[in-house]
């Protein structure tokens, strides 16, 4: 049935003020018109009405590993699972990660290619998710970041092979580590697992194949790779120092280079906080270390975002205590650590997001023409971003999955 979806305010993520009283009219899945509230059809369509709340296009998370545990003991879950508990933990990770908000979401990293399956169930209504990009398993080098569920891959002939073998089967993107990264034991966060020209050469090869490529940086030195490379997207961007003594060493004119090429930054800036308030170990000169939460990390964000660097909404769910309906978490902390206003980061998590990841003529705002993926937030977000942590309803593609707090599927 044909449905009109109306509220209190209506915000269409390109970024202008919230429109009051306004309704979406859509048909067979797709906006096909946004009107006034008061001036809606008679027939032929059911109305929705959310008179105390928020209509907003869906969350878009480009950064997910749904076959991982966000609880203690994951590092030994991901190592040790069957594939049949890697699948469920997945189905329900794309689950959760749906009636949270996110209607589309990017899955960087998946064990044994569990989640080409998992999205061919969502796509085929057999169990409910979000719409999915997919980039298969990472290209690391042997013992690199992430290899136990990875592609090892040292020379730059096998990472172009191992980048070949995931679009081969599906894959839209493919994630290559620069750097090492904190979920493996032994990998070393601030040196290169590979040099620019491997980088580059992968980027390429996905390019001529019709896909694109992220990789995950935490040292400058990998950073600047990527930026010689290339790359379309950078994960983490942390700017840590090879020096072990010295926390960072950012480089402003390889910012301007980021911002100059387009290249999207997902800054994870969420991802260390979440550790702050539920892990009961926690210890603030570790996460110092780490680069997370540090003022200088603060003020490196911040003078990025003025030089012009497109940031994206990254929380990395999986990793520890980073849990699949956590996506509010990242606008409060582009808005509390970037320096973004809460309308900045509403579109930065749906509409620089969905251009990010190529779906932007599909979804990501609130247009005509564009796919039906709506969500009801209680309360304004423009106003108190912390509201997105409210998700009162969700639609996908048209189809309502879960209405007043209320899951349908």
Known sequence: MNKIIKGKYLIDGNGGKPKENAAVIIEDGIIKDITDGNNLPKDGY???????STIMPGLIEVHT???????????????????????IRATDAVRKTLMSGVTTMRDIGSKNH????VRDAVSAGIIPGPRMLLAGQVITTTAGHCNYFGTEADTLDEAVTAA????????????IMSTGGGFTPRSNMRAAQYPSET??????????????????????????????AGMHNIIHCSWLAEDPDKAFDYKEDVADQIAEKGIYVDATVATGYMRTFRDPEFNPSQAQRMGFNAEERVTILQDMRKRGVKFVSGIDSGMLYVRFDDIAYTPERMVEVIGMGNMEAIVACTKTSAECLGVESETGTLDKNKSADIIVVNGNPDEDIKTLHNINTVMLRGEIVKDNSIELV
């Not at 059911?46 to 105390?52: F, H, K, N, R, S």
């Not at 569990?114 to 399956?117: K, L, R, S």
Request: charged share 20%; with cysteine; hydrophobic share 40%.
């Open 46 to 52: 059911q109305v929705y009405d959310y008179p105390e």
């Open 114 to 117: 569990i989640a080409f399956p």
């Open 164 to 175: 070949r073998a995931n679009i081969k089967l599906g894959a839209e993107w493919i994630k």
């Open 65 to 87: 590993h749904m076959h991982v545990s966000p609880e203690p003991g994951n590092y030994e879950a991901a190592l040790n699972d069957s594939d049949t508990v890697l699948a």
């Open 199 to 228: 980088l580059a050469a992968v980027v390429s090869d996905a390019e001529r194949l019709g896909g694109r490529v992220c990789s995950h940086a935490h040292g400058t030195v990998g950073v600047e790779n990527c930026v010689k």
